[in-house]
């Protein structure tokens, strides 16, 4: 089956889609299709990429993307492996068609549908389709000749103008639109950061839980990650500094921590800034879901604070519209405007101008700041419905994180429960839930359950859920 899979792995760099989201997509549809069954091992990144003709760091942004879903499990030396989670899932019949396909099903739900408990989307069924629709169509109708010529590699003066003044009004942060950078998704802006501001071997600070995909980016990079831990304060800037003093960048979710929702409190803050100035480090500010704030103003950001252009903020469309869009952005000091122009060059935007035209007019016209607003009172009852189903149906097994804005909630799990077990058991059943285990590094942050709540439309909708989980989680007593 693996030579089956290799034979039919083609890519085309004719295609809308990169390279890495081409290999993730034939991956995932291997899995669907049954062509790589739970458990067999895929090719080493480097033996991929080989084979391929493309960067290791393509091959390990695939892999990163399919691990974070929960579609494949990085073992370290011992390789990377298509999910034991995956064992008794119904496999779906091979397309008749072979051309790379544009939209992928997922395994657990073969009819599109999401999955309950799906984390990293936001509420698509409040999304202002119709608006957006009549903005794309305008553009396709009334865009120029010129618009179908190379685009900007750094993207759209007009988006970038947009963001510059979004950011200027919502965010506290001075800017120009030519320190904003268009990248094609997280991965990408990363790709970005490390391709011009670091070397090889040098350390760099990541959050101990934190974002699943940022560590084996690095890695194939060829950086040296260090694991700071994070608690009730954010991260632990002191356990930095004792480890890896020398480090060259501090990558962190100061606003709204992933995945434990604390907030970088203001000492460590004013810490991490005067690191980074003594050392002459870079701090990656991502500041993922800031808008997804449901009690009280969103804080301030880590680059309102900085006087020394040391902080560079990346943010996504990903949860404010939706993650189909594949649309980050990245604000750079100053001085760096120069190096980053000439890294954008040799890597390309990535994100269709159509696209980027399209949600620069979204923003003009006021529709991005009313979608925000009439999101926030939606997930803050969405979040509602799922907190007090899991008090009423598992108060005695698990206790529910508190928190002030994002799309997923925090369970803490009582006694000595194993949340990868019981995530591996709810995936097997079609709920998307993810272990707080998986998120760890190197020290354990307890043992909890990762949900996504977003896509409940309905109270009865989410209790109905939770009894799925509950049936699981009282049948492994």
Known sequence: MMRQFLTSLRLDSRLADPLYRQIYLRIKDAIAQGTLPAGSR?????????????????????????????????????????????????????????????????????????????????ALDAFPRAQWQRIVGRQLRTAPLASMAHPSTQGLPELRAAITNYLQLSRGISCRPEQVFICAGYQALLDLVIGTLLQPGEAVWLEDPGYPVTLPLFRAAGMRPVAVPVDEQGMNIAAGLASAPLARMAVLTPTHQSPLGVTLSLARRMALLEWAQQQQAWILEDDYDSEVRYHGRPLPPLKSLDRQGRVLYAGTFSKTLFPALRMAYLVVPAGQVEAFGHSSRLRG???????????????????????????????????????????????????????????????????????????????????????????????????????????????????????????????TN
């Open 42 to 122: 895929l090719p080493s990144v480097r033996g991929l990429a080989s084979d391929l003709g493309v960067a290791r760091a393509t091959v390990e942004s695939a892999y990163a993307q399919l691990v974070a879903e929960g579609f494949l499990q990085s073992r370290g030396q011992a390789g990377t492996y298509v999910s034991p989670q995956l064992q008794n899932l119904p496999v779906r019949a091979a397309l008749a068609v072979e051309p790379l396909p544009t939209v992928t099903a997922n395994p657990l739900h073969p009819n599109g549908a999401t999955p309950p408990f799906q984390l990293g989307l936001p």
């Open 349 to 475: 935007c990535g994100c269709p101008p159509l696209l980027q035209a399209s949600v620069a007019d979204f923003i003009h016209q006021g529709h991005f700041y009313r979608h925000l607003k009439r999101m926030r009172p939606i997930y803050r009852q969405r979040r509602a419905w799922l907190a007090q189903a899991l008090e009423q149906q598992l108060g005695e097994h698990l206790t529910v994180a508190s928190q002030a804005g994002g799309i997923q909630l925090l369970a803490r799990l009582k006694g000595e429960r194993q949340d990868r077990l019981l995530a591996e058991l709810a995936w097997q059943c079609g709920l998307s839930i993810q272990a707080l285990s998986d998120w760890c590094i190197a020290d354990p942050a307890g043992s909890g359950l990762l949900m996504g709540f977003a896509n409940f439309t309905q109270q009865a909708e989410t209790e109905r859920a939770v009894a799925r989980l509950a049936g699981l989680i009282k049948g």
